[in-house]
């Protein structure tokens, strides 16, 4: 069993350790108050049973809270006093260097949780490290100086989360949607350098990924682009050619047919679109931003959005470059064809794809095929988005989300045109609901007078973002506030505007509605009896938002949380607070948002159809999934379960697996198996427990994660059950 010290190394159990310390308050007592060396044994077993019975390992903090619970059982009231004063006044000197501490075990790489923190960094590379350097000082300003103490507690304790308080410090925004197409057209500055309108697509592509890399480091969040802005570079890159060619056949003097000449531009055409698509692909991958991972990007494909038919027709040639490549997958060390965790694809089902009369069916196929062995894309229904998203005008909107999930809501600007590009998100901070139905004791009305006193926290925390933001001036990031990402605004000029009136959106989150239901009412939420109750929470955080948008003018929105390191810590803390309550905080992680449990049993339609209804509660941003096996034989399958999505749920994935052992060349599922108390990922050919030699993928909240992931995540992906 390992137990993780206070500054996130991991160490082997020692009972010795807690002999030693309860012997030394013993001996710091009266005689007559001393407890016998074997009661201090019992003491020391009991203790280590109940790290046993974590199925994860404990924190310091926790084995010293069952020590001072078993002294005092025993009944050893001055023992337990000089264990206690002990405990305090070693934490006063450590709090005089935690922060050290903790950015030194960063460089050693010895923290544990930080190796865990992010499934897309790698915490041994200096660029991981510095960001996370500065994240750790980030935290201890944010903590000491900019919050109040008492969303800091709350924070601490799980009560909510107060999401990248790494990032806090600085005055950046949480994730957009990134206006490609007003920075292509009209140009923009990258760097202090003027970048004009580009004449090809080829040259269209690699400035995309230039300014995709320029916003990734001056943001925490994801962001999106959609390939229908460089679809008009397709005809650009066409005319160029025709020009070129038939400048070579007349200097040439050679005669050739209107039908070859044709074929040979598009042939030269498709060989740009293709070396165009691969540098986005390519470049993503490779690209190391200021955080120390590859840039959190989004790509949208949806044929909807195209001007003319011309448009579409190109755009369709993207799409259908885009899935191919993603099909093939990148090359790993050694060589061999691996599953990358970016660029997140996002393919919309539409009337145009969806059926197979339609003239865009080949894309959708061919999304089906990528999708069963790369676990992208991901779909969005383009029927239920105009049902879901609609504007104060009455139209119904589809457009794409802000990396994994995060949704603007419905926007028409000062002329009554529809805005989605160039707007964000300020932030989010997450509500626990499970800690709220726990801290009721299972009293109903008790229950909604904490989610009223718990909601008023959110909205004081949420309301520090949005103050952390107002005033920012444009220059702390030209690319994003003056050359066109989000806005062109003056240098000196604040974004303020930008901030009220819908433009941008602030995000209020929750997880757990799974266990919360479960522990309110004995019932999963999806047995009809708990459903009513689901709903009902969900509607009184919508009310919230309604409320404190009519308040401040703020566009309040709530948000079904990507919970990927926080479900550990929210279950952590809970264990901590309430003890174990089996059934409800009982593992190493709560549920996402409104997700059904992943141990329930439970069909794809059945899952995607119950859930659809939450969804449409979290118009700030949510995504369902089903889990799968191998389908890349069975791809009716797969095409049957999106036109399901197409006729019932706005946006959800499919989860498969796709693994590389590099010892001995397996290709199937790296199995996670328990080892001295610690879940581990093991090859199960050849025993590879070496995660430096395997290449494990995994859907992470919406994403794929490749650098693994904490023991609380691990369980939960090692508890996940297929519905197909």
Known sequence: MKVIKRNGSEVAFDIS????????????????????????????????????RMNRAPEVEEIQDLVESQIMAHGAYE???????????????????????????????????????????????????????????????????????????????????????????????????????????????????MIERPHSFSTACNIATQIIAQVASNQYGGQSISLTHLAPFVQVSREKIIKSLREDFEATGISISEADFSNMVEKRLREEIQRGVQTIQYQVVTLLTTNGQAPFV??????????????????????EETLLQRYQGVKNESGVYVTPAFPKLIYVLEEQNIHEDS????????????????????????????????????????????????????????????????????????????DIALSSGGNIEKFWSIFDERLELCHRALLCRH????????????????????????????????LYGGYSTISLGYAGLYECVKYMTGKSHTDPSATPFALQVMEYMNAACRK?????????????????????????????????VPGINDKGYITNSYHIHVSEEVDAFTKLAFESQFQALSPGGAISYVEVPDMQQNLEAVLQVMKFIYENIMYAELNTKSDYCQECGWDGEIAIEE?????????????????????????????????YWNQGRTQEIKERVLHL
């Open 675 to 707: 080892e001295d108390g610690k879940l581990i990922w093991k090859c199960p050919k050849c025993g590879n427990t070496d995660q430096s030699k395997m290449n494990v993928a995994r859907r992470t909240c919406g994403y794929i994660g490749t650098q």
């Open 79 to 193: 023992v337990a006093k000089k264990y206690i004063t002990y405990r305090y006044t070693r934490n006063l000197v450590r709090r005089s260097n935690t922060t050290d501490d903790k950015i030194l075990s960063l460089i050693e790489c010895c923290n544990e949780e930080a190796k865990q923190e992010n499934a897309n960094k790698n915490p041994t590379v200096n660029s991981v490290q510095r960001d996370y350097m500065a994240g750790e000082v980030s935290r201890d300003i944010t903590s000491r100086l900019l919050l109040p103490a008492d969303i800091v507690e709350a924070h601490e304790q799980g009560i909510i989360h107060f999401h990248d308080t790494d990032y806090y410090a600085q005055h950046m925004h949480n994730c957009d949607l990134v206006n490609l197409e007003d920075m292509l057209q009209n140009g923009t500055v990258i760097s202090g350098t």
């Open 467 to 498: 103050e952390r933001l107002k005033g920012t001036l444009s220059d702390v990031a030209p690319i994003l506030w003056q050359h066109g990402a989000l806005a062109r605004l003056q240098k000196g000029e604040k974004i303020d505007k930008l």
């Open 17 to 52: 350790k807690i002999i030693v310390a309860i012997t030394k308050a013993n001996e710091a007592v009266e005689e007559e108050a001393r407890m016998t060396p074997m009661q201090i044994r019992r003491i020391a077993e009991a203790v280590e049973l109940s790290c046993i």
């Open 548 to 580: 404190w948008k009519a308040e401040h003018n703020i566009d309040f929105s709530l948000y079904g949380t990507p919970l990927e390191s926080t479900t550990y810590k929210f279950a952590k803390c809970m264990q901590k607070r309430f003890g174990i």
């Open 298 to 319: 989004t790509v949208f494909m949806y044929l909807g959005e195209a001007k003319n038919e011309q448009e579409k027709a190109d755009l369709a040639i993207i799409i």
């Open 359 to 434: 003239p865009y069916y080949y894309l959708t196929k061919l999304a089906a095929k990528c999708t069963a062995r790369r676990m992208v894309p991901d779909y969005i229904s383009e029927k239920k988005m105009l049902e879901l998203k609609v504007d104060k005008g009455g139209t119904g909107r589809c457009y794409t989300c802000m990396g994994c999930r995060s949704f603007l809501t419905p926007y028409l600007d000062d002329n009554g045109e529809p805005k989605y590009y160039g707007r964000f998100n300020q932030g989010v901070v997450t509500l626990n609901l499970v």
